[in-house]
């Protein structure tokens, strides 16, 4: 959980923010190889309708690497365009997703196997497959570098952008009763079935059964104590 | 519009669908080559929550094509899963979009320039680029030959998809006059800005504003008529 400091201003700010949900699994696959799935959420509570943060790194080996950063929307973009224009249009999001896209060859987009995840997406999401096993030697030290060069700019733009007009910014209060009552029942669909589709499947893998049935456990206590 | 034939069965079926709109534009680029946009979408009313068709080939000279085949979903699927799982999950549009983009090396993942349009998609959409002008001569006859094995058999698919469930299949009745409302609202928002930012981009620059704007308004009285 994020800490609160003496400043009241500050502290109101982050009172927007509901919980953080940080891990790492680390496993040695049959290869011999190392797979390290790092991912990062902050939660939005329903007090605004701001977008939460979403972070994962995932390396199957030493070329290879799913980067996914996004601030994925609360509302449903078809309807409020007022809040497309707030938070993806007017932001510097797409330049970022263009930026790793477009100038490095290795990045091609990621498409989720699952059509759940697809849509919880905003069309701004930079969703890149990173492979450089071909063209070479030197797979890891290219790596290395599009790690530092593109993938840390990236991620520091979008937390910049999230910290900045989502925990930050000027707050979207939403105070409406029944406003307050969709996003909470969406966010629980979006926390239920991302968690259900994402850890759910991966860590069955990776674990076995047993161990990923006492974490899933866990979360879904974590999760239903804050709807 | 859709002829109705003597069978009464059959019509109440075609009842669902509100209106279809085709178009095809033609125009000599500054390059020589010509441009063509053919369009198709079929509209479906508010007594049903079945996703409209809709289809596009744009080419933009000999050995180029944008393709867009979907049945872009008419309600927010982080919240309405089993709208997923009816119509995308359960049907085999997500197999014609991987047979497409990745059985074909010169198709790439075609992404729209406007946010509002990349939102409107399902996330079994396909859209795709064609190019094959790279890779040595043989780009005209290449393209035919993926428009014939690749993109007519895909389009063929999503159309008879879209018949199979959405246009003749068992009716997804909506008769609670709120559920209508909400269709009615989320519909006229796609309609309004689909064309605003689709034709309305399109048309000035191929055209001139003067003949766009006279077909726009013409859209728009008929969008209009039909909310």
Known sequence: MLEANG???FNSKWLQIDFVLSSWLHCKLPTGAAMNITSLTCYMNDSTDAPPLVMEFIQGGPT???????LPPRRDLVLYSDYLKTFYEETELEKQRQLLLDTIPEAKPYVSPSLYIRCVFSPTAITARVDTSVGGGGGETRLEEIVREGVSVAAKKVLETWLEVCACGEKR???QEEDRA????RDAMFKSKTIEVDIGSSLPRLFGQEIADRVLAELRVLMGSRD
């Not at 290879?64 to 996004?70: E, G, K, M, R, Y």
């Not at 969709?182 to 029942?185: A, F, N």
């Open 182 to 185: 969709y996003l909470k029942k």
């Open 173 to 175: 209060e939403v105070t």
């Open 7 to 9: 400043n009241s201003e």
């Open 64 to 70: 290879s690497l799913v980067v996914i950063l996004d």
